[in-house]
């Protein structure tokens, strides 16, 4: 084959890896599940990984996380066993992914559906920024930023209802 066809594969390659690790990294944080084991999370992760939120009220709500290990017990303080939520529900749309190399830059749109051990509903919308490294062969999470962009509560009452 030549150059330019590998390096074409190679960039499919990584795209899929890419989609694949945000699949799992969902999937792990959807509920109801099986408990997520920290493990679980910190795999997905570069040692060096950071996770924050961004713009003043996500930024004020989740702060930022350094390191495999606090990112992923961050994450994980939210799900089983945590009853934190009793629904909790993540949808990606408007995917924009580019390689460069051993590197990524991933961006969606995500919609949230949560339910509260309180009761409460909300549904999100929040745009995602993610860097991805490649590391001894395996995509991982480098850079995680969350922006909420929306949120609405599910319960409130409609006149009429």
Same mark, same amino acid.
């Given at each position: 084959?030549?150059?330019?066809?590998?390096?074409?594969?190679?960039?499919?390659?990584?795209?899929?890896?890419? /989609?694949?690790?945000?699949?799992?990294?969902?999937?792990?944080?959807?509920? =109801? /599940?099986?408990?997520?084991?920290?493990?679980?999370?910190?795999?997905?992760?570069?040692?060096?990984?950071?996770?924050?939120?961004?713009?003043?009220?996500?930024?004020?709500?989740?702060?930022?996380?350094?390191?495999?290990?606090?990112?992923?017990?961050?994450?994980?303080?939210?799900? =089983?066993?945590?009853?934190?939520? /009793?629904?909790?529900?993540?949808? $990606?749309?408007?995917?924009?992914?580019?390689?460069?190399?051993?590197?990524?830059?991933?961006?969606?749109?995500?919609?949230?559906?949560?339910?509260?051990?309180?009761?409460?509903?909300?549904?999100?919308?929040?745009? $995602?920024?993610?860097?991805?490294?490649?590391?001894?062969?395996?995509?991982?999470?480098?850079?995680?930023?969350?922006?909420?962009?929306?949120?609405?509560?599910?319960?409130?009452?409609? =006149?009429?209802?």
């Amino acid at each position: 084959m030549n150059e330019a066809l590998l390096q074409r594969l190679a960039t499919l390659e990584g795209e899929s890896a890419v /989609r694949r690790v945000m699949a799992r990294y969902m999937d792990l944080c959807d509920v =109801p /599940r099986a408990p997520t084991h920290v493990s679980d999370l910190a795999c997905l992760f570069t040692e060096d990984a950071i996770w924050e939120g961004i713009g003043s009220q996500t930024a004020q709500t989740f702060g930022q996380h350094r390191g495999r290990e606090a990112v992923a017990a961050f994450v994980g303080g939210y799900l =089983p066993p945590s009853d934190h939520f /009793r629904l909790n529900l993540h949808y $990606l749309t408007s995917e924009s992914i580019l390689v460069d190399g051993g590197t990524a830059q991933g961006q969606w749109i995500m919609q949230q559906i949560s339910t509260y051990a309180d009761g409460r509903n909300e549904l999100f919308g929040t745009r $995602l920024n993610i860097d991805f490294r490649c590391v001894d062969g395996t995509w991982l999470i480098a850079h995680f930023r969350t922006q909420r962009l929306f949120n609405t509560d599910l319960n409130r009452s409609e =006149p009429g209802a």
